[in-house]
């Protein structure tokens, strides 16, 4: 029943995608979107996450599979410097857009398999809005919304802490839909220390952000 759930709700993303209005706005920003990048406006992580970003002013942030660049636009608010990283080729070139539209001009864009072509330089923040449909990516789109077995989250606990500062930390969005507490086990099991800081109720599922450090 859990597979078919995922199977339904990756089609109800893309045909969501398909029908989206290419502009849209979030908070007191405009943004450009496209079928083949993910649309924040159409699900709710993204604006979860906006509305509990803790972002120190002069912090040097990360922004993980930025898709549409809406968080890095908003930490770019606080924050010295942002990268923003996607392994999607068009992701990036509608985050660039997008900073661009909203006159922001201290993002640094780069195209990275997680932190596979990131310099190796210490963050005081990591964003991470992740994928969490149990399903096999087949798109570039896919890597989007599916995380087969967890690899990518998995992943991403693993290496983060070497791309943190002393005192940095990283916070990242997730469904109940998608076992969060499996999720936040292991990153205990590998040393993070956990706080939740948002939850939000939606009809079908809970949505929740926490604060990982390590």
Avoid at 133 to 162: N, W
Avoid at 169 to 186: G, L, Q, R
Wanted: hydrophobic share 45%.
């Amino acid at each position: 029943m859990v597979k078919l759930r995922h199977i339904w709700l990756a089609m109800l993303i893309k045909m969501m995608q398909k029908i989206s209005p290419k502009e849209v706005v979030i908070g007191d920003k405009n943004y450009i979107v496209s079928e083949k990048v993910f649309n924040p406006k159409r699900f709710y992580t993204s604006e979860l996450m906006l509305a509990n970003m803790q972002i120190k002013e002069g912090s040097i942030v990360l922004d993980m599979g930025t898709g549409s660049g809406v968080l890095a636009i908003e930490a770019a608010k606080k924050a010295s410097v942002v990268f923003a990283a996607d392994i999607s080729k068009e992701a990036i070139k509608i985050a660039r857009e997008n900073a661009e539209l909203n006159g922001i001009n201290n993002i640094e864009f780069i195209q990275s398999d997680l932190f596979s072509s990131l310099p190796h330089i210490k963050f005081d923040i990591i964003l991470f809005n992740p994928p969490y449909l149990d399903l096999k990516p087949k798109s570039i789109f896919d890597y989007a919304i599916c995380d087969y077995k967890k690899r990518t989250i998995k992943r991403f606990l693993k290496e983060a802490k070497d791309y943190l500062k002393e005192n940095g930390h990283i916070e990242i969005a997730y469904s109940s839909i998608a076992d969060p507490y499996v999720v936040m086990e292991y990153a205990k099991n590998i040393g993070w220390k956990i706080e939740k800081i948002a939850e939000k109720k939606i009809p079908g599922e809970k949505l929740y952000v926490f604060k990982l450090i390590p």
